[in-house]
Nanobody, 123 residues
Framework: QVQLLESGGGLVQAGDSLRLSCVASGGTVSSYSMSWFRQAPGKEREFVAAISRLGLSTNYEDSVKGRFTISKDIAKNTVYLQMNSLKPEDTAIYYC????????????????WGQGTQLTVSS
């Protein structure tokens, strides 16, 4: 049973940068496709970024392309989301998720989820 623990959220200003971390236990991140999703107040959960099992392939939601970078540190068993040029519309709870098969943008296909970390971007 994989457990995921996110951290790194907080309150920042528009234009700032922040890095979210997702530490896995009970499994190795190299065995899973990993993704970040987010859910803003009153909105449905949405895909943000995904990375393949070995970290060789990534995908991004259009609104974060060029600003966010997903990466894996297999030695630390951690997945990161580096977020630059943050905007108020990035405000949401960010969730880390893992699945044992090919990466996907569909949240329902993921097997494991973290509890989330709150990001608030002020204008």
């Amino acid at each position: 049973q994989v457990q995921l623990l996110e951290s790194g959220g907080g309150l920042v200003q528009a234009g700032d940068s922040l890095r979210l971390s997702c530490v896995a236990s009970g499994g190795t991140v190299s065995s899973y496709s990993m993704s970040w999703f987010r859910q803003a107040p009153g909105k449905e959960r949405e895909f943000v970024a995904a990375i393949s099992r070995l970290g060789l392939s990534t995908n991004y939601e259009d609104s974060v392309k060029g600003r966010f970078t997903i990466s894996k540190d297999i030695a630390k068993n951690t997945v990161y989301l580096q977020m630059n040029s943050l905007k108020p519309e990035d405000t949401a709870i960010y969730y880390c998720a893992a699945k044992s098969t090919i990466k996907s943008r569909v949240g329902d296909e993921y097997d494991y989820w973290g509890q989330g970390t709150q990001l608030t971007v002020s204008s």
